[in-house]
């Protein structure tokens, strides 16, 4: 029950902060786009200098960093081989890894970084309207932040 509360205060913090809905999604899907790479061991890293590079928010794009979990990254990393391999024209194969360690997966680097590319953007399309969605709809419950939001939208940036 506490990792439950933690995790509602946690999105709670995200979904309130003082930022343009459109920046936080942003980041929110840069981040989503990088936990579908193969470079793992250093998404996290990737995500603050994207932030960083990228001007957008920071903790969210670390948080989408970390949306593919150790639970859906072998199944991505197979639909992202076999994506790769069609869009390269190739015959679908097997894809048989020892272990998720670059040495493992560099015999199919081409396959791999296509098709996570591809799956990491389509993927990243689909954050960015959800956690805008989210985070407008969240800050319609309270009066301050929804006048807030809906003075960002007009103007299209943060206010100061």
Request: aromatic share 10%; charged share 15%.
């Amino acid at each position: 029950m506490l990792i439950t509360e933690k995790w509602k205060k946690n999105l709670k913090t995200i979904l309130s902060l003082d930022s343009h809905p459109g920046h936080i999604a942003a980041g929110f899907a840069v981040g989503v786009f990088i936990s579908f790479t193969p470079f793992f061991g250093i998404h996290t890293p990737l995500a603050i200098a994207a932030a960083f590079l990228l001007r957008i928010n920071k903790l969210t794009c670390i948080t989408g960093a970390w949306v593919n979990t150790p639970l859906t990254v072998v199944p991505a990393l197979g639909l992202s081989y076999k994506l790769g391999r069609l869009v390269q024209g190739l015959p679908p194969q097997h894809f048989r890894i020892g272990g998720l360690e670059w040495r493992h997966l560099e015999g199919h680097a081409t396959s791999l970084l296509i098709g996570s590319s591809l799956l990491g953007f389509a993927a990243a399309l689909v954050a960015y309207a959800a956690c805008y969605w989210l985070v407008v709809r969240f800050r319609r419950r309270d009066e301050t932040l929804a006048t807030i939001t809906e003075e960002m939208e007009e103007v299209g940036e943060e206010l100061e």
